[in-house]
């Protein structure tokens, strides 16, 4: 079920098999968007892997894989990439949007 759509990818909702524990759980998947690229993949998408791999915060959805499809007739002959990301129901942007009132304590969590 797609949820999002941003400038780089699009954002679907799925249940995903942890190769480690068996567990399903939901996820969401950010495909990338690789029209733009004539030949390789592109940078910007390496970076956004190479940052989130490192980054270990409470405040920040965590990456969980990186997953990709074979090429297909229907992509043109490419592979698809996805970034598997735990599924959090809200994202800061839609509550801001729905202007939800944030306690100073909140704000300073979400500063931080």
Same mark, same amino acid.
């Given at each position: 079920?797609?949820i999002g759509?941003?400038t780089f990818?699009?954002? %679907?909702?799925?249940?995903? =098999?942890? /190769?480690?524990?068996?567990?399903? #759980?939901?996820?969401?998947?950010? &495909?990338?968007?690789?029209?733009?690229?004539?030949?390789?993949?592109?940078?910007?998408?390496?970076?956004?892997?190479? %940052?989130?791999?490192?980054? =270990?915060? /409470?405040?920040?959805?965590?990456? #969980?894989d990186v997953?990709?499809? &074979?090429?297909?007739?229907?992509?043109?002959?490419?592979?698809?990439?996805?970034?598997?990301?735990?599924?959090?129901?809200?994202?800061?942007?839609?509550?801001?949007?729905?202007?939800?009132?944030?306690?100073?304590?909140?704000?300073?969590?979400?500063?931080?």
């Open positions: 079920m797609k759509e941003g990818g699009k954002v %679907y909702r799925a249940d995903w =098999e942890d /190769p480690v524990t068996g567990e399903v #759980k939901q996820v969401a998947l950010k &495909k990338f968007n690789q029209m733009m690229e004539k030949e390789g993949f592109p940078i910007t998408s390496l970076r956004e892997i190479k %940052y989130l791999r490192k980054l =270990e915060h /409470p405040n920040i959805v965590r990456l #969980k997953i990709s499809t &074979k090429p297909s007739k229907n992509n043109k002959g490419r592979s698809s990439c996805y970034l598997v990301f735990d599924y959090v129901k809200h994202d800061l942007s839609a509550l801001v949007d729905r202007k939800v009132k944030f306690s100073p304590l909140q704000w300073r969590c979400i500063m931080h």
